[in-house]
């Protein structure tokens, strides 16, 4: 065998197990992706009922305020006492899910520039094509998962300033500070359906990360069937 079909043979071996590589990587990420599918709406029905339950301890407080019922108003200051030690308690899990996301995606980005420049390197020219396209959309990703967890850390503050102002305020029967309590429940519960907004917008984005998986299979299955090779006389 001569050297150029020692390194013909060399090269396509190095080419298919770069693309098989690839393909695992995908069907990782595939996965990956789809369990945070399930996880986002797992996230948006815990939203959803937190905001109902808000609202209901509102209408109590409401109630317990409008008639002076001081058992009452003990009993609903128990009840939102728990439910925002839950709350606070979701949110720290769901910003360290959103960091680990934040952290995957970028990952997935570093992984495709390396095979953007490997594939260029190699004059793999239709490959190279498909890894520009899925680095521009890692990009996009990481930069929605960056924001996810922002948000999601200034949700868990506001949280946390509003659970202090509350316990400073629990007890206390005065007009003021009952007016105070009854804003920061309404705060709660406009913080919780700003979540719910923002859970809508991650599954939006959960769906185009699927559709770039299901682009991402066909590619797969297109350079699995056909290897392009360029090579030159040096």
Same mark, same amino acid.
């Given at each position: 065998?001569?050297?150029?079909?020692?390194?013909?043979?060399?090269?396509?071996?190095?080419?298919?197990?770069?693309?098989?590589?690839?393909? !695992?990587? %995908?069907?990782?990420?595939?996965?990956?992706?789809?369990?945070?599918?399930?996880?986002?709406?797992? $996230?948006?029905?815990?939203?959803?009922?937190?905001? =109902?339950?808000?609202?209901?301890?509102?209408?109590?407080?409401? %109630?317990?305020?409008?008639?002076? %019922? &001081?058992?009452?108003?003990?009993?609903?200051?128990?009840?939102?006492?728990?439910?925002?030690?839950?709350?606070?308690?979701?949110?720290?899990? +769901?910003? !360290?899910?959103?960091?680990?996301?934040?952290?995957?995606? =970028?990952? $997935?980005?570093?992984?495709?520039?390396?095979?953007?420049?490997?594939?260029?390197?190699? #004059?793999?020219?239709?490959?190279?094509?498909?890894?520009? #396209?899925?680095?521009?959309?890692?990009?996009?990703?990481?930069?929605?998962?960056?924001?996810?967890?922002?948000? =999601?850390?200034?949700?868990?503050?506001?949280?946390?300033?509003?659970?202090?102002?509350?316990? =400073?305020? &629990?007890?206390?029967?005065?007009?003021?500070?009952? %007016?105070?309590?009854?804003?920061?429940?309404? +705060?709660?519960?406009?913080?919780?359906?700003? $979540?719910?907004?923002?859970?809508?917008? $991650?599954?939006?984005?959960?769906?185009?990360?699927?559709?770039?998986?299901? !682009?991402?299979? #066909?590619?797969?299955?297109?350079?699995?069937?056909?290897?392009?090779?360029?090579?030159?006389?040096?």
């Amino acid at each position: 065998m001569n050297r150029l079909s020692s390194a013909l043979v060399a090269a396509l071996l190095f080419a298919g197990s770069a693309q098989a590589a690839d393909s !695992r990587r %995908n069907r990782v990420e595939r996965a990956q992706d789809h369990q945070e599918v399930r996880q986002d709406r797992r $996230e948006l029905r815990d939203d959803k009922r937190d905001v =109902e339950e808000l609202k209901a301890v509102l209408a109590r407080y409401d %109630n317990a305020w409008a008639r002076r %019922n &001081e058992r009452e108003m003990e009993a609903v200051e128990a009840t939102l006492r728990g439910l925002l030690r839950a709350e606070l308690a979701e949110s720290r899990a +769901e910003l !360290r899910s959103d960091v680990r996301e934040a952290r995957r995606s =970028e990952r $997935e980005l570093r992984a495709e520039q390396w095979e953007a420049r490997d594939d260029a390197a190699w #004059r793999r020219r239709g490959a190279y094509q498909d890894d520009r #396209r899925d680095v521009r959309d890692d990009r996009r990703d990481v930069a929605d998962d960056r924001r996810d967890a922002r948000a =999601e850390m200034a949700s868990l503050r506001s949280r946390q300033v509003i659970a202090r102002e509350l316990s =400073e305020l &629990e007890g206390l029967r005065r007009g003021g500070a009952l %007016n105070r309590k009854r804003a920061l429940i309404v +705060e709660l519960i406009q913080l919780g359906e700003q $979540e719910i907004r923002q859970g809508h917008q $991650e599954l939006r984005e959960d769906r185009r990360e699927q559709r770039e998986d299901r !682009r991402e299979r #066909r590619e797969d299955r297109r350079t699995q069937t056909y290897h392009p090779a360029v090579w030159r006389r040096g």
